[in-house]
Structure formats: structure tokens, C-alpha cells
């Protein structure tokens, strides 16, 4: 069901839909795949979520797929760096239908907050997720997040 604040967005969806559906037949590849291979410059970014938990500054990296031995993880002057490589399972003989995973290479890179003890950052991988966690990052309260008002002209 449409919002009333975007009375026409189902309409424009199905039109989109429609145009990636004609793009396939006219070309046979999928507008929203793409085939060329990826580099360092052109690396894909994995999702992550930052919180705090308790004292601790928690970062949660969505890897699904990738081997754990594939995973770099790097801290370097307040820059925590996650990097590597999720191969892609299909073979030369494979016909795509559709592709909307990313595979190559990935590289993300987070500022953490300042005076961040690099021995006490830890990581786990488990079910696609890399979770890293900053011990007592989040107990200064400089490094919580503050609003910003935002004034009208």
C-alpha cells in the first residue's frame, strides 16, 4: 500500500521493475549486477553497524559468505580497516538470473574515536558477522554521538 506521502511509489517501482526486465531481454545481463571485475580502487563495502554497549564500542560487519581466512582486520593511526575477498561460486558455464551479491574484493575503513587502545580490540566471526569489539572505547563521553541542530534559513 501506498503512502500518502508517496502516492505513486508502487506505480514507480513496477515501472522500474519493467525496465530492468526489458534491459535484461534487450542484453542479457541485469542493470543492477556488476560484471566488471573488481580492484582495490573499485571494491565493494559490506554493511556495518556501530553501537555501544556498555563501556565498550561494538562494530558489526555483515560478511556472508566470505571465509573467515579471507578477512583482514587492521588498526592504524585511529583507522580500523576490515578487507578481503568473497569469491563468487558461479563457473564459466553458470547463466545468471539474477545477481545482487557483490563478490571480489571488499574494503571498509571506520575512524575510531581518539585515545582508542589498540590492544584492546578484540574480533569474532561467526554466522557471516564480524564483530569487533573495542573494549572501554565507548566510556569517554566525547566519543558518544552528539545531535547537531540543524537550522532553517
Do not use: C
Not at 585511529?78 to 574494503?107: H, K, M, N, Q
Not at 557471516?128 to 572501554?136: N, P, Q, R
Amino acid at each position: 500500500m501506498a503512502s500518502s506521502r508517496a502516492p505513486l511509489r508502487g506505480f514507480l517501482e513496477l515501472m522500474h521493475e519493467m525496465e530492468r526486465i526489458r534491459t535484461l531481454g534487450r542484453t542479457g545481463l541485469d542493470p543492477g549486477h556488476d560484471s566488471s571485475p573488481r580492484t582495490e580502487e573499485t571494491a565493494w563495502v559490506p554493511t556495518t553497524d556501530m553501537f555501544a554497549r556498555g563501556e565498550d564500542l561494538i562494530v558489526v560487519i555483515e560478511l556472508a559468505g566470505v571465509p573467515a581466512q579471507e578477512i583482514g582486520l587492521d588498526v592504524q593511526d585511529g583507522v580500523l580497516t576490515i578487507s578481503g575477498e568473497r569469491p563468487d561460486p558461479a563457473d564459466d558455464e553458470a547463466l545468471p538470473y539474477l545477481r545482487e551479491r557483490y563478490y571480489g574484493w571488499f574494503r571498509r575503513s571506520l575512524a575510531l574515536p581518539d585515545g582508542i587502545d589498540e590492544q584492546k580490540i578484540s574480533a569474532g566471526f561467526r554466522d557471516g558477522l564480524v564483530t569487533i569489539t573495542l573494549t572501554g572505547a565507548a566510556r569517554d563521553s566525547d566519543s558518544r554521538p552528539r545531535r547537531i541542530s540543524i537550522q532553517e534559513d
